[in-house]
């Protein structure tokens, strides 16, 4: 089996994990010890792994970072790889997601940032620049913050179509481009949003995360501030597939990387009440789209439990059998090698766990 590498980000650092059997674990860190990494991106397309974090000061600000080997040395280049251009007259908050491409792209890395805005990169991370149609886009005017600020937090690139990418924002909702970027529409039909008027608001939503399917690019999924939807056609509608959840409101979500209709969530009692349903460490998985789920447990917590996990601190590898993992804010992280069917704590008594990423190293 190839050795996987478990990137996670923290309130106060980046920590660094490597197996070979996904049992025991090698961990460094903190790189960029006092500084929020709220984004990770590793960049397998090039003749060595490549990292990229996003990494906040709170004294020198944001800023993102590279690394060839695997967290030995970092670069981070002498001009801010991400920056508002001075027209805008925006200041950049933070890196909410770095998203590498896939092969239809080489060399396309895209960031996500708050204020919410997109950003592309065609030289691997080094620089970005700013995606003009989707700042100037006339319904930007109008998206809110969430409780956590005003984030592009997910990034979909397709497989099969480089001009074709799908974002979220929250709260703006899902938007989608089919020619690279130089137009955008909203993709939410479908989603509720009882914080806005109407019964089918067309932007606005407060989208949480949204995940891809194994092996229907079109097929999507999506946690939303008090829901969870499934689409079929790319985003352009949505369905509610909560039915069978004990509650609906979360933040993390992930698809399982091989299999069709198999995707994971860890939901929350409700916005007002932001702890663990039941009080229990349960991982909720689907085998069938959305039309049943059911709770993986075993090897975590029985007590009542705490911790909660956000949007981009649960993840899958691409290995087989596929290993499945998550953070949260009480520090500790777990870790699935067969498909969320038993889980092991990796490391406990980190801050808080604020990313995760997960990916075989050839």
């Known amino acids: ?169 929250s709260t703006g909702g899902v938007y989608r481009t089919a020619d690279g970027g130089g137009s955008w529409h909203p993709a939410n039909h479908g989603i509720k949003a009882s914080f806005l008027p109407g019964e089918d608001p067309e932007f606005g939503q407060c989208v949480h995360k949204v995940a891809v399917d194994a092996a229907d690019p079109d097929r999507l999924y999506l946690q939303n501030h008090g829901g969870v939807y499934r689409s079929d056609d790319g985003g352009e509608h949505w369905q509610d597939i909560g039915a069978d959840l004990p509650a609906t409101f979360g933040f993390g979500l992930a698809a399982h990387p091989h299999q069709g209709g198999t995707a994971y969530l860890f939901p929350l009692d409700a916005d007002y009440a932001r702890l663990p349903v039941d009080r229990r460490c349960r991982i909720f998985r689907t085998r069938d789209a959305g039309a049943t789920w059911q709770p993986l447990a075993a090897g975590l917590p029985d007590e009542d439990h705490y911790g909660v996990v956000l949007r981009d601190a649960l993840c899958t590898d691409d290995a087989t059998p596929a290993g499945v993992y998550f953070g949260n804010r009480n520090g500790e992280v777990y870790g699935s090698r067969d498909d969320g069917e038993s889980w092991a704590l990796i490391t406990s008594h980190l801050p808080d766990v604020l990313c995760v990423r997960a990916a075989a190293l050839d």
């Open 1 to 169: 089996m190839s050795e996987i590498l478990l990137a996670v980000g923290t309130q106060k650092g980046l920590f660094l994990a490597r197996s070979t059997d996904r049992a025991e674990w090698k961990l460094t860190g903190p790189h960029f010890p006092m500084n929020a990494v709220y984004s990770v991106g590793i960049d397998r397309r090039g003749e060595r792994p490549r990292l990229l974090v996003g990494a906040d000061s709170s004294h020198w600000g944001p800023s993102v970072w590279l690394s060839d080997d695997l967290g030995e040395t970092w670069e981070e280049p002498s001009r801010p790889a991400v920056r508002f251009p001075e027209h805008t007259g925006t200041s950049l908050e933070r890196v909410w997601q770095l998203h590498p491409a896939g092969p239809e792209a080489p060399g396309v890395v895209y960031a996500g940032t708050e204020p919410a805005a997109l950003f592309r990169s065609t030289d691997g991370g080094r620089t970005f620049e700013l995606d003009e149609a989707l700042w100037g886009h006339p319904q930007r005017a109008e998206w809110g913050a969430g409780f956590g600020g005003q984030g592009l937090h997910t990034i979909i690139t397709d497989r099969r179509d480089a001009g074709a990418v799908t974002v979220a924002v």
